[in-house]
């Protein structure tokens, strides 16, 4: 029988949350909140003078070609990252599932990419595509495949996408293992009774009880890759070539901390986190009306 918690005031519960909301806080609507009010102000190069200019910086910002730029090359890039990390996690996550020998150690060593540092995990791609020292680099060239991330964008912005969906494939592979564990076997057993086939046992009962993870997947990795890639990027490419690599987030550092234009660089960092904050409305909206719980 299950006992619900009663709390006969209201004391002890707000100190329990207390340490989760100072938390929030300091470190999320405290910054948020100088994010904005630095975004309505100009200052200088050395922050000695300040003066409130209200919208002009978010004004310019939109009107900035290179700022359209980034974020198109954040579109594609996030949008990339997020199904290219997803679908590689599940893949595995449904070997990893099934009753093999040294299971157990291929699960853990699946699972060890996450503690790599996303700076890290560039360093370990580059050595693998760099054209000059890199092992697949210097196959490609060997091989009459003109291959130069430095020079060509496209490369650059496949081999980002690569190296960032790789740092984030661990974390989804926990999920999907789990998902695909707690998934009864007597449903998968009925199926097979009933005639379905592997292939049609995975999309007809095993992804569709797999949907509200793939939904909570689909929202942090497109969060991870609009935020939690810049170490990536900038041990990589550092937005190159001819910024055909940098995204709204890098562009931030590079115009607050390179340019040292705080005013445009706080202004686009609030419109990068309304952009994230309304695409995660519209997914809970209308993506989450398809999941099955």
């Known amino acids: 029988m299950r006992k619900n918690v ?3 005031g209201k004391l002890l519960p707000l100190l329990l949350l207390s340490p989760q909301l100072a938390i929030t806080i300091v470190f999320f609507f405290w910054p948020a909140g100088q994010a904005i009010w630095s975004s ?6 050395f922050g000695l003078s300040r003066q409130f ?18 974020a198109g090359n954040t579109a594609i890039f996030a949008f990339s990252v997020a199904i290219l990390a997803i679908s590689a996690a599940l893949l595995l996550a449904v070997q990893a599932d099934k009753s093999i020998r040294g299971s157990g150690a291929y699960k853990t060593l699946l699972i060890w990419p996450y503690a790599v540092a996303p700076a890290i995990a560039a360093v370990l791609w580059l050595f693998l595509f760099h054209p000059q020292i890199g092992l697949i680099g210097r196959a490609l060239n060997a091989a009459q495949i003109a291959w130069d991330y430095r020079l060509n964008g496209g490369q650059a912005m496949l081999l980002v996408i690569i190296a960032s969906a790789w740092k984030q494939v661990s974390y989804n592979f926990i999920f999907f293992l ?4 707690s998934i009864p076997r007597s449903v998968l057993e009925a199926a097979a009774i009933d005639g379905a086939r592997p292939m049609r046992r995975f999309w007809t009962v095993v992804f569709p ?5 793939t939904f909570f997947l689909l929202t942090v990795n497109l969060v991870y890759a609009f935020f939690d890639t810049f170490g990536v990027i900038h041990a990589l490419t550092q937005g190159g070539p001819a910024k055909a690599t940098e995204t709204l987030i890098y562009k931030v550092y590079v115009d607050g ?9 706080a202004a686009q960092s609030v419109i990068l986190m309304a952009i994230v904050i309304a695409m995660t409305a519209v997914q809970f909206r209308f993506i989450e009306r398809k999941v099955h719980y």
Request: charged content about 20%; glycine content about 8%.
């Open 6 to 8: 009663i709390f006969r």
């Open 40 to 45: 309505l102000l100009r200052e200088d190069a």
């Open 53 to 70: 200019v209200g919208l002009e910086n978010f004004a310019e910002v939109l009107a900035d070609p290179t700022w359209r730029g980034a």
């Open 178 to 181: 789990a998902g695909l564990q």
């Open 209 to 213: 009880l797999l949907s509200p993870t």
């Open 257 to 265: 901390v390179e340019n040292l234009n705080l005013g445009a660089s």
